[in-house]
């Protein structure tokens, strides 16, 4: 869902007339550990029902991700909106570790999506999720929220990937915006210098 934020973003960025310059001066700690863990999330999530060994770790691995990811967005909340993505990041977590692992899914929201879906999640064919039940601890922190037409998407999202998305979206928002405005800065500063002369 944060990926649907940060296209939001780009597309505003760029229709406030941002661009791309400010990634060039993007100075991250840990920035290579973001798309590791990008592609080991990939990984498990595509063979994680063709390989025993993966399958019954993918709920640790899954929470590995999760804690290595709040270490990097915290070594970088001087960023901006890194701190709202890490309070997503914090409440999906949670929710999670208090479920064994998995996120728990409304079996009401997922109605909006392909009824397989359902039945996997009843099969427990994702390692990541669970249906929610009564049983289901801190369940309004799960995936509870469904999008649909005409969103473009559809899906079902937890309230920390809303709080993510905000984050994400005020982050690339400073980060397309800031070199426009620095520019306007220099070019007032030289105009007003060239007035006092």
Do not use: C
Not at 13 to 41: E, H, S, T
Not at 54 to 60: I, V
Not at 171 to 178: A, C, H
Request: glycine share 10%.
């Amino acid at each position: 869902m944060v990926y649907d934020g940060i296209l939001l973003s780009l597309i505003v960025g760029f229709i406030r007339k941002g661009n791309l310059r400010g990634l060039a001066q993007l100075k991250l700690k840990w920035g290579w550990i973001f798309p590791l863990l990008l592609i080991v999330q990939i990984i498990t999530f595509v063979y994680q029902n063709d390989i025993k060994f993966l399958g019954k770790a993918s709920e640790s691995i899954y929470m590995v991700v999760y804690i290595i990811g709040l270490l990097f967005l915290y070594l970088n909340r001087n960023h901006k909106g890194f701190m709202i993505i890490f309070i997503g990041v914090f409440l999906n977590f949670l929710v999670m570790v208090v479920n064994g692992g998995r996120m728990p899914v409304s079996e009401e929201a997922a109605a909006v999506l392909d009824p397989m879906y359902i039945q996997a999640l009843k099969d427990g064919l994702y390692a990541k999720h669970i249906l929610l039940t009564d049983s289901t601890i801190l369940g309004f922190l799960g995936d509870i929220i469904p999008l649909g037409p005409p969103y473009p998407r559809t899906q079902v999202i937890s309230i920390g990937d809303v709080v993510m998305n905000i984050g994400a979206f005020l982050f690339i928002q400073y980060l397309m915006l800031q070199p426009n405005k620095k520019n306007r800065e220099i070019t007032s500063h030289s105009l007003k210098g060239g007035e006092t002369r």
